[in-house]
């Protein structure tokens, strides 16, 4: 069993349309990062988030933090052939022995 | 570009061979670390070294024999490896603050990563 576990494993959507990635725990983490990685390239990060029921945007991408800090969301609004990518989060503190563990990954592809 | 590089980008070696992957930072970091990416598996911490030193070993096989000889330059050294090691192998690198709580849970910077095939 994972410590995160990201769904789905795989999206596949029409450019326009609008796309949520779920990160998901049993266990509480000090903070959480996104990044996204496309084919050939290392991950990037996109965000940290660090309070529980925080917000954070990033152009047509929001990102919460769930109030209990076990869980987060990824949406992104009205998506581009550029967002596609592997979707990666990963929680930080205690639960995760003081390292970055990440989740399984969700692969996002946006067709034109 | 990220500020971290690794080559080779591409290395594809027979289970008897030796090879070596580099990685280097560009960032003034003070911690770099190894990654293994495999197919339907998370994002795997092998190594991390701080400083020189190595302040993390995730119970790694003795196959793969890490090297950081200063703070901008990692190595993985590879020998005898198994045609499950194939993955790809991602270096990262990080400013570690001193007492902050969750000492590698800072933004990690990624290099593009060396695509292993071990046949």
């Known amino acids: 069993t994972q410590l995160l576990e990201q769904s789905p494993q795989f999206l596949s959507i029409q450019e326009g349309e609008n796309l949520t990635v779920y990160c998901n725990s049993s266990?509480?983490?000090?903070?959480l990062q996104w990044y996204r990685q496309e084919p050939g390239e290392g991950p990037v990060l996109l965000v940290t988030?660090?309070?529980?029921?925080e917000v954070k945007k990033l152009k047509r991408l929001t990102f919460q933090f769930g109030d209990a800090r076990k869980d987060s969301s990824l949406h992104i609004t009205a998506a581009q052939p550029g967002d596609t990518g592997l979707y990666l989060c990963?929680?930080?503190?205690?639960?995760?022995?003081?390292?970055?563990?990440f989740g399984g990954g969700t692969r996002v592809l946006v067709k034109p | 570009e990220t500020g971290v590089t690794q080559t080779p980008r591409h290395l594809v070696m027979g289970m008897t061979n030796k090879k070596s992957l580099k990685c280097e930072q560009h960032?003034?970091?003070?911690?770099m670390y190894w990654y293994k990416q495999s197919a339907k598996k998370p994002l795997e911490l092998m190594f991390v070294?701080?400083?020189?030193?190595?302040?993390e070993n995730n119970s790694v096989p003795s196959r793969f024999s890490p090297e950081c000889p200063n703070s901008s330059h990692l190595f993985l050294h590879l020998h005898t490896l198994q045609p499950e090691d194939s993955a790809l192998y991602l270096c990262?690198?990080?400013?570690?603050?001193?007492?902050?709580?969750?000492?590698?849970?800072?933004?990690?910077?990624f290099g593009p990563g060396t695509r292993l095939t071990v046949l």
């Open positions: 990262a690198s990080s400013q570690q603050v001193p007492g902050l709580a969750g000492g590698y849970t800072d933004t990690q910077y």
């Open positions: 266990s509480v983490f000090s903070s």
């Open positions: 070294y701080n400083f020189k030193e190595q302040t």
């Open positions: 988030v660090v309070t529980g029921g």
């Open positions: 960032l003034g970091h003070n911690a």
């Open positions: 990963a929680g930080a503190g205690r639960a995760a022995g003081n390292k970055l563990t």
